[in-house]
T-cell receptor, first 116, second 115 residues
Framework: AQKITQTQPGMFVQEKEAVTLDCTYD???????LFWYKQPSSGEMIFLIY??????QNATEGRYSLNFQKARKSANLVISASQLGDSAMYFC?????????????FGTGTRLTVIP | GAVVSQHPSWVICKSGTSVKIECRSL??????MFWYRQFPKQSLMLMAT?????????EQGVEKDKFLINHASLTLSTLTVTSAHPEDSSFYIC???????????FGEGSRLTVL
């Protein structure tokens, strides 16, 4: 079964508007971490935001916020006031701590295009 | 954040040759390094996990004799694609894990094209 599911292959948003990128996850671990990365056309993976499974508050980093709904196993990324430079691929990822593995499981990604 | 440098960024080689990709942690000691492969318009797939001084652990379906991983020091891991073929053309990304925080830091990636 897929550990990370991103159902939106592509999204469009008007510049200065907010956009939500969906991510659901599947794990039986009680302790895990959720990440969002941005990958521009250059290929580098840029860390955006992190949410721990025990964090009670939604994570925020500047224009990025994570809408964490633990019961629904969703960790959607909200980008506010979109900028043209936000156009990129966005990957949701999870690390399961109880399994002892520290690698990240990535979703299939969402390509965001910001329209001027 | 910490810096992971990956080299080369681009490499084009002939079929049958071997290519080495280096991944260096510049300002931290990476006890563990992960190697990912990414096909065009697809996600990152973990290939192997390497711990300094020990043999790499390969994911199912990844040929360990084809993708040689060496993690001889806490700041350097290398991936060698041996006898490369066109189907090995892909984007390879490494990430290093610091010993203190466990946070992952990604390299810039290496785009391999095998002719």
């Amino acid at each position: 079964a897929q550990k990370i599911t991103q159902t939106q292959p592509g999204m469009f948003v008007q510049e200065k508007e907010a956009v939500t990128l969906d991510c659901t996850y599947d794990t039986s671990d009680q302790s895990y971490g959720l990440f969002w990365y941005k990958q521009p056309s250059s290929g580098e993976m840029i860390f955006l935001i992190y949410q721990g499974s025990y964090d009670e508050q939604n994570a925020t980093e500047g224009r990025y916020s994570l809408n964490f709904q633990k019961a629904r196993k969703s960790a959607n990324l909200v980008i506010s006031a979109s900028q043209l430079g936000d156009s990129a691929m966005y990957f949701c990822a999870m690390r399961e701590k109880q399994t002892g593995a520290n690698n990240l499981f990535f979703g299939t990604g969402t390509r965001l295009t910001v329209i001027p | 954040g910490a810096v992971v440098s990956q080299h080369p960024s681009w490499v084009i080689c002939k079929s049958g040759t071997s290519v080495k990709i280096e991944c260096r942690s510049l300002d931290f000691q990476a006890t563990t390094m992960f190697w990912y492969r990414q096909f065009p318009k697809q996600s990152l797939m973990l290939m192997a996990t390497s711990n300094e001084g020990s043999k790499a652990t390969y994911e199912q379906g990844v040929e360990k004799d084809k993708f040689l991983i060496n993690h001889a020091s806490l700041t350097l891991s290398t991936l060698t694609v041996t006898s490369a073929h066109p189907e090995d053309s892909s984007f390879y990304i490494c990430s290093g894990q610091g010993s203190n925080t466990g946070e992952l830091f990604f390299g810039e990636g290496s785009r391999l094209t095998v002719l």
